[in-house]
């Protein structure tokens, strides 16, 4: 598990690709500090696996699917990427729930300043769109950030200075895809919300939580 806060940022130092599968090489620093095999590193929100590393770099497996997900699929060598590891059960949890698991990609439609922020405005698909919620959390590239603003084809955020500086997002231009991890929270709820028990006890119960059930308990 991750909370969205960008320890540095690395730079792609190689990519071995196979049929539909890549090891790509990322140079850094603190993340090294304490690194070990079969670790995970988020990279751009993508929980990745450490398979080798010395004292530099570290090596990582990205799959098919990840690839099909996400953003790593337009990487090439010298890009930044922004690394995070695990949470430590001791730390701070700066953030909020970040699983490592990309949902899809948005592309930046603008980027505004005001002031002594940035607005971002990120186009994405229904089924992301879905559980983008005004106020709610959302990762991007693997950043914690709160949704400001949110319309039936896009959403925006308002990113202060320091996580402009200290991530790639500063470095991000119109046009440019981005990976989007929505609250796990608000996918849970929606599982439970339709959950319909498929025995045929449950079937003749018409065993379904609803908002009259969750009234009747409480919850509302």
């Given at each position: 598990?991750?909370?969205?806060?960008?320890?540095?940022?690395?730079?792609?130092?190689?990519?071995?690709?196979g049929t539909?599968?890549?090891?790509?090489?990322?140079?850094?620093?603190?993340?090294?500090?304490?690194?070990?095999?079969?670790?995970?590193?988020?990279?751009?929100?993508?929980?990745?696996?450490?398979?080798?590393?010395?004292?530099?770099?570290?090596?990582?497996?990205?799959?098919?699917?990840?690839?099909?997900?996400?953003?790593?699929?337009?990487?090439?060598?010298?890009s930044p990427?922004?690394?995070?590891?695990?949470?430590?059960?001791?730390?701070?949890?700066?953030?909020?729930?970040?699983?490592?698991?990309?949902?899809?990609?948005?592309?930046?439609?603008?980027?505004?300043?005001?002031?002594?922020?940035?607005?971002?405005?990120?186009?994405?698909?229904?089924?992301?769109?879905?559980?983008?919620?005004?106020?709610?959390?959302?990762?991007?590239?693997?950043?914690?950030?709160?949704?400001?603003?949110?319309?039936?084809?896009?959403?925006?955020?308002?990113?202060?200075?320091?996580?402009?500086?200290?991530?790639?997002?500063?470095?991000?231009?119109?046009?440019?895809?981005?990976?989007?991890?929505?609250?796990?929270?608000?996918?849970?709820?929606?599982?439970?919300?339709?959950?319909?028990?498929?025995?045929?006890?449950?079937?003749?119960?018409?065993?379904?939580i609803t908002?009259?059930?969750?009234?009747?308990?409480?919850?509302?």
């Amino acid at each position: 598990m991750f909370t969205g806060i960008i320890e540095e940022t690395g730079k792609i130092e190689s990519i071995k690709k196979g049929t539909d599968s890549a090891v790509i090489k990322i140079s850094a620093s603190k993340v090294l500090e304490d690194i070990h095999i079969g670790d995970s590193i988020a990279v751009n929100g993508v929980c990745l696996t450490v398979i080798s590393y010395n004292g530099t770099s570290f090596e990582a497996d990205v799959m098919h699917e990840t690839f099909n997900r996400s953003s790593l699929a337009t990487i090439s060598k010298g890009s930044p990427v922004n690394l995070e590891r695990a949470m430590a059960a001791n730390g701070r949890f700066g953030g909020h729930i970040v699983a490592g698991h990309v949902d899809g990609t948005g592309i930046i439609t603008g980027i505004k300043e005001d002031d002594n922020a940035v607005w971002y405005k990120i186009k994405a698909d229904d089924r992301i769109l879905r559980y983008i919620v005004e106020k709610g959390s959302v990762a991007l590239d693997g950043i914690s950030l709160t949704v400001a603003k949110v319309t039936d084809t896009d959403f925006s955020v308002s990113v202060i200075p320091h996580t402009a500086k200290v991530t790639i997002l500063g470095r991000k231009k119109t046009g440019d895809i981005i990976n989007i991890e929505n609250d796990i929270i608000g996918k849970y709820v929606e599982k439970l919300m339709d959950f319909n028990d498929n025995t045929d006890k449950g079937r003749q119960k018409g065993n379904k939580i609803t908002a009259n059930f969750l009234a009747e308990n409480g919850f509302m």
